[in-house]
């Protein structure tokens, strides 16, 4: 071999070596919708972390929608190295139709897997004009909704739930009369978005509807952006969304992303992660910084799905399955 050749051949080892770098040291997070906010801060912190301890660079895309539509995204052939979800039904979708993620991902990282968790509450235009206060408010005439479809985003999954709970326990335990209520109350909504983020520009930015249900960290983002013109309202019971996080097992090991990723879920647990939760108004898992920022976060009186539905597997079937009770709800209306 002359000596052109072997350096020209050492030239191409070291750009298809870097390329596998490049490739090995690059994730693509598919994410919900209204989490943008928040992995604009994350992302570079993490990067920033990564490059100190092991002196690699590393990039990070995002893929933001409505979490169910992004779960079917990875389904149907989205390359994501991570899925940072808003409940586990998403992330159990993958795993049962496309099996990418291994059936104990929960077991994975600290907390089931969910390093954060989130509410639904309510914004209304100032002056509350309707006076709505609560769940009950919601159907009465003249109020128009704004939620996104429980078929398509965990927000308005939360949402019905949220809903239908209430309804019960202020009903004595009565099925029949939640389903009433909660076919009234879609009875107000005039149009359903995808994902929260589509909800909020429905709401805020094209001004329909009276009152937007929406995650708690959406809510400080309108009101730090557009304050003057809406008012927020705590319902008197309301869900506890945890947010789940997964690395797509199967993907990442085909990328050569693993090591990183694992990296990546892991530093939402960091106490520098847990701050930058709290700072985006998303409730961090640490109790200690969720304390130091109590301030930001209002007492809340509060369910969670397992407790009320029987898990999310459960929820699924009788409630948001083709067929289920929002199906026939909604198209009763």
Same mark, same amino acid.
């Given at each position: 071999?002359?000596?052109?050749?072997?350096l020209?051949?050492?030239?191409?080892?070291?750009?298809?070596?870097a390329?596998?770098?490049?490739?090995?040291?690059?994730?693509? *997070?598919?994410?919900?919708?209204?989490?943008?906010?928040?992995?604009?801060?994350?992302?570079?912190?993490f990067?920033?972390?990564?490059?100190?301890?092991?002196?690699?660079?590393?990039r990070?895309?995002?893929?933001?929608?409505?979490?169910?539509?992004?779960?079917?995204?990875?389904?149907?052939?989205?390359?994501?190295?991570?899925?940072?979800?808003?409940n586990?039904?998403d992330?159990?979708?993958?795993?049962?139709?496309?099996?990418?993620?291994?059936?104990?991902?929960?077991?994975?990282? $600290?907390?089931?897997?969910?390093?954060?968790?989130?509410?639904?509450?309510?914004?209304?235009?100032?002056?509350?004009?309707?006076g709505?206060r609560d769940?009950?408010?919601?159907?009465?005439p003249?109020?128009?909704?704004?939620?996104p479809?429980?078929?398509?985003?965990? *927000?308005?999954?939360?949402?019905?739930?949220a809903a239908?709970?209430w309804?019960?326990?202020n *009903?004595?335990?009565?099925?029949?009369?939640?389903?009433?209520?909660?076919?009234?109350?879609?009875?107000?909504?005039p149009?359903?978005?995808?994902g929260?983020?589509?909800?909020?520009?429905?709401?805020?930015?094209?001004?329909?509807?009276d009152?937007?249900?929406t995650?708690? *960290?959406?809510?400080?983002?309108?009101?730090?952006?557009?304050?003057?013109?809406?008012?927020?309202?705590?319902?008197?019971?309301?869900v506890?969304?945890?947010? $789940?996080?997964?690395v797509?097992?199967?993907?990442?090991?085909?990328?050569?992303?693993?090591?990183?990723?694992?990296?990546?879920?892991?530093?939402?647990?960091?106490?520098?992660?847990?701050?930058?939760?709290?700072?985006?108004?998303i409730?961090?898992?640490?109790?200690?910084i969720?304390?130091?920022?109590?301030?930001r976060?209002?007492?809340?009186?509060?369910?969670?799905?397992?407790?009320?539905?029987?898990?999310?597997?459960?929820?699924?079937?009788?409630?948001?399955?083709?067929?289920?009770?929002?199906?026939?709800?909604?198209?009763?209306?």
């Open positions: 071999m002359t000596r052109r050749s072997l020209l051949l050492l030239t191409f080892i070291l750009a298809l070596d390329r596998v770098a490049s490739a090995g040291n690059e994730l693509l *997070n598919a994410s919900y919708d209204v989490t943008r906010g928040f992995y604009r801060d994350f992302n570079p912190a990067a920033a972390d990564w490059k100190q301890k092991t002196g690699e660079d590393v990070i895309n995002q893929s933001h929608g409505g979490s169910t539509k992004q779960a079917r995204a990875i389904i149907d052939g989205l390359e994501a190295d991570v899925v940072t979800s808003n586990p039904l992330i159990d979708a993958i795993v049962d139709k496309a099996h990418l993620i291994p059936r104990d991902w929960a077991s994975k990282f $600290p907390h089931n897997s969910a390093p954060s968790w989130s509410t639904i509450l309510f914004v209304v235009r100032k002056g509350n004009p309707k709505i769940w009950s408010d919601l159907a009465k003249g109020v128009s909704v704004i939620v479809n429980p078929k398509t985003s965990g *927000n308005g999954r939360y949402s019905y739930l239908w709970e309804a019960k326990r *009903n004595g335990g009565n099925e029949a009369a939640a389903r009433d209520f909660v076919t009234r109350l879609f009875r107000h909504v149009v359903l978005d995808t929260g983020r589509g909800a909020t520009t429905t709401f805020a930015h094209r001004g329909i509807g009152v937007l249900l995650f708690e *960290n959406e809510v400080r983002l309108i009101q730090s952006e557009l304050g003057d013109r809406f008012e927020v309202v705590v319902p008197s019971l309301t506890r969304a945890d947010n $789940p996080v997964a797509v097992e199967k993907v990442a090991a085909k990328k050569g992303t693993t090591r990183v990723a694992q990296a990546y879920l892991a530093f939402h647990y960091s106490d520098a992660g847990q701050e930058l939760f709290a700072n985006n108004d409730r961090p898992v640490n109790d200690a969720l304390k130091k920022y109590a301030s976060f209002p007492p809340l009186n509060t369910f969670d799905v397992d407790q009320a539905f029987g898990g999310w597997a459960r929820a699924q079937a009788v409630h948001f399955a083709d067929g289920g009770i929002f199906d026939q709800i909604y198209q009763g209306n």
